[in-house]
């Protein structure tokens, strides 16, 4: 069955960076659009990066252009999400998720907290 299991949140301060991991299986991983979620309390769960299954093509929220890259690793069955400069405001759960056959996936999520 599909597995999603994301892994590397943690408390960092403001300006610091995290890179967050996301292992894949069950599924053929290399054929599948990536993405990540966030989840901030008491607010929508929000698309933050996407990257095409051959991992050519990216696209970012406006909030994290610039400071999140969103890539993959086809061999190893896992995508990242680098995050730079962080924000107190990027505090949330992420979620890494894959869409197959109508159907979107979802891992069980990590939390970052970004605070002094």
């Known amino acids: 069955q599909v597995q999603l299991v994301e892994s590397g949140g943690g408390l960092v301060q403001p300006g610091g960076s995290l890179r967050l991991s996301c292992a894949a299986s069950?599924?053929?991983?290399?054929?599948?659009?990536m993405s990540w979620h966030r989840q901030a309390p008491g607010k929508e769960r929000e698309l933050v990066a996407r990257v095409t299954s051959a991992g050519d093509s990216t696209n970012y929220d406006d909030s994290v252009k610039g400071r999140f890259t969103i890539s993959r690793d086809n061999a190893k069955n896992t995508v990242y999400l680098q995050m730079n400069s962080l924000k107190p405001e990027d505090t949330a759960v992420y979620y890494c998720?894959?869409?197959?056959?109508?159907?979107?996936?979802w891992g069980q999520g990590t939390q970052v907290t970004v605070s002094s």
């Open positions: 998720s894959t869409r197959l056959s109508f159907r979107r996936y």
């Open positions: 069950g599924f053929t991983f290399s054929n599948s659009a």
